[in-house]
Structure formats: C-alpha cells, structure tokens
C-alpha cells in the first residue's frame, strides 16, 4: 500500500514538472474556476476539439489543471486580496454553516471602509470548525492575521447575534482596540417577523398545510392552474429565510377567495393535507388576521430587502431602522405591543447599533452637541469616523457566501475535498 503511495506521488510530481506553464491554461483554469465549472469538463472531447480548433492551442486535461495551476491561481489571487487591503480600515463579518456533507463551515469577508464611497469586499478564509465563542474569535484573528491587516485598522465586527457571537465580539475588543460589533439588524428584523408568525397559527398552519398540497402532485398542480392560470404556485416559505412568511401570509391575504375555491374541488379524504387546508381556511377570522398581518408587518419584509442592498449608506440604513420603529410604536392592541416588544428587544441587545448610530449623527451633522465619546472604544480618533459612512448594519454578504459555497459542493461534487474546495470558493 505504501508503495503505491510512493509510485502515485511520483506520477503527481512527474505531472507537474512536466506541464508546461502557459498563459492559456492559466487562463483557461482562472475562466473555469471564476465560473464555477468543474475541471473535468476539459475531458470531453468534443469540448476539446472545439476549444483546440477556435483557439489553435493545445487543451491542457484536467490533472494538468488541477496540478499546475490552481494554486498559482490561488496564490495571485490572495496577493491581489493583501495588496487591495493594505493599509485600509476594514469590517469584517464571520459566520457558520452546515454543508451538504454535515460539517461546520465557518467564513470570513472583509470589507473596505471608505470616507466617500462603498468600499468592495473580499472572501478571506473558509475553514471547518464546530463554532463556539472561542473557535471564532480564533478563526477571525486567523483570517486578519493571513491577509496582514494591523489590528487598530479594523473598526467593525458584524455577526448574527447568536450568543457565542457575541462573546467572541467582547472577546475580541480586548486585542482589536477600535473595532465596534454590531449584530445584523435583518437578521433582527427577521426574528421580529418570527414573532408575528408566532401569533397567527391559524394563518400558519393554513400556509404550511396548503404548501404540502402541490408539492409533488403533478395533477394538484395542474388543477390549480386550470383554475388560476395568471396566478403563481402558493409560495413555500422557509422558516430560515428572512421574512418569507410574512411574503407567503401576504399572498394567501390577496388570493383568499381562488384558494378557497381549488380548495373545494380537492377531496379531503385524498390527503390529510387537504382536510387540514379546508379546515383552516373556513376558522372565523382568519381573513381578519391575513389583513392584519398585510396592513401592520409588511413593514418588515420591505425594510429587510432594503437592508440587503450593497452599498446601502450608513444613514440611509439606519432610517430604515428607524422607521420600523415608529411604526410599531402606533400598533394597537395585546398583538401588537408584543411584536413591539421584541422589537425593541432585539434593539436593545444590539449595543453596536447604538455607537454606529451616534456615529452616524455625528456624520449627519445631527445633535452636535452629543458627547464623542459616548459609547465609542477608548482608542477611537476622530479621523476614525469618517470611515463609517457606508459602514454595513448586516451580515447579508455572508450568506452570499454561503449560497457560492453551496453552489460549489453540489450533490455530484461531494467527494470535493476542501482543501479544494477552499481554493476554489476564494478564487
């Protein structure tokens, strides 16, 4: 066994010795790297035969690819990252996933702070790791330390605000003396939708049971589309996705009365799905709660779209918080005042949102007469603000990570080591 060990190590330095090294493979590997396009695509041959005939050089296969030019690649493309970095104040944003293959997957973006325009961002480390407080306040230090970037340079920190998150953030204010930690206000307003979803059961149980009814049910389908042929399936939210329910709860508000008649043409006795969806849309008020939900939270899944967008201004992002609250500060009623509760809730626990908001006053020109240092780190200078005015409020790149990474190990790439798969996400 070791022998063959032995004899395919040789073969793999024979290999890459023996490449060639040329600018159109490099090119060629970077092109199918960048889009996500599995290396053994070359081994088609008449893929091969048209590339060799249209450019007039020779395909490299894919162990010449995979051998000689993925790490060069790699290793330029983390220089550029370095050079881009250097000398800039920088946020960054951590968080964890569980992949296909059950692992934790913990990643790393660090973002540029500039005085007069959003600054880009950049994917700096993808690492395994069964997250707690420590595991991330070492991962971060990790990924600051791989791509050189001072520690009084680093000014934001933006997480989820799971509670092994938040103590990495006080752990780590120890050794970044300027940074500030803030907790994704989406993820926030999300957990606010959660609350809403939480008071409607009826609406809920109407929406997950009329879920199941068309799933895999090809002649369901078809009826519901003879019956509603301009009307879109009924949405599946997912429980995970910011604010999809609110979507879901809004659509059933709008279609009430279509549903209810494809409703009527299904046999409950065929599932038990059915009998649940008729049973829940004929309980007394639940059109009354549909509307309400329509009228009083739609709020939510609008602000939380806002706050996704790249490049959001800090001000601008802030409003946006800001104007949720003065709307639930007029909601009426035992329902009402409690989604306003946890609305302030979650605001409440969000220490960082408060610094960036005397910050961005400062910024606006508003209530001058705030004292500086209110809530600011001790080492803070005052050159150190103007950097804030496209600081983010949200974690959302992240999760844009998270769906690449995703969209890398799909279920015919599982055997992807990640090693690899790493070197292929940063490129």
């Known amino acids: 066994m070791r022998e063959l060990e032995i004899q395919t190590e040789k073969k793999q330095q024979l290999v890459t010795n023996s490449t060639k090294k040329s600018s159109f493979s490099k090119d060629l590997c970077f092109a199918f790297l960048s889009a996500n396009i599995p290396l053994n695509k070359v081994s088609n041959q008449r893929f091969r035969t048209f590339l060799e005939v249209y450019t007039g050089n020779n395909v490299p296969t894919e162990t010449n690819l995979r051998l000689g030019y993925i790490d060069d690649i790699f290793d330029e493309t983390m220089s550029k990252i370095k050079l881009e970095l250097s000398g800039k104040k920088v946020w960054v944003s951590i968080d964890e996933t569980t992949d296909i293959e059950g692992r ?174 008729k049973k829940y849309i004929s309980k007394a008020g639940v059109e009354r709660d549909l509307a309400y939900i329509k009228s009083n939270f739609t709020i939510l899944t609008v602000s939380i779209t806002k706050l996704q967008e790249q490049g959001l201004p800090l001000a601008e992002a802030l409003n946006v918080i800001e104007n949720v609250e003065n709307v639930f500060q007029t909601l009426q009623g035992p329902i009402g005042k409690a989604v306003l509760n946890k609305l302030n809730t979650v605001t409440h626990k969000n220490v960082g949102l408060k610094v960036l908001k005397n910050i961005s006053n400062v910024l606006s020109g508003i209530n001058m007469n705030t004292e500086l240092e209110l809530g600011l780190p001790e080492d803070f200078s005052t050159d150190d603000l103007v950097y804030f005015r496209f600081a983010p409020i949200t974690s959302v790149d992240i999760e844009r990570s998270f769906s690449m990474y995703k969209n890398l190990l799909s279920n015919n790439r599982k055997s992807f080591h990640f090693e690899n798969l790493y070197k292929h996400l940063i490129i």
Not at 119 to 128: A, D, M, P, R
Not at 133 to 161: M, N, P
């Open 104 to 277: 934790f997957v913990a990643n790393v973006i660090v973002g540029i702070l500039e005085a007069d325009y959003p600054g880009k961002q950049y994917l700096v480390h993808s690492e395994l790791e069964k997250t707690n407080y420590s595991t991330i306040a070492r991962v971060f230090d990790k990924s600051i330390g791989i791509i050189g970037i001072q520690h009084e340079d680093v000014l934001l920190f933006t997480s989820d605000a799971a509670l092994y998150m938040v103590k990495a953030g006080n752990t780590l204010k120890a050794f970044y003396p300027k940074m500030i930690h803030i907790t994704c206000t989406a993820h926030g307003l999300h957990r606010v939708a959660e609350e809403v979803r939480g008071k409607f059961s009826n609406v809920d149980k109407l929406i997950s049971s009329v879920k199941k009814i068309f799933r895999k049910a090809p002649n369901r389908v078809q009826l519901f589309k003879d019956e509603a042929p301009h009307l879109q399936l009924p949405p599946e939210p997912i429980i995970t996705r910011w604010s999809t329910w609110i979507i879901a709860s809004n659509y059933y508000g709008e279609n009430i009365e279509i549903i209810r008649k494809i409703l009527e043409k299904l046999d409950a006795d065929d599932a038990v799905s059915i009998k649940e969806a």
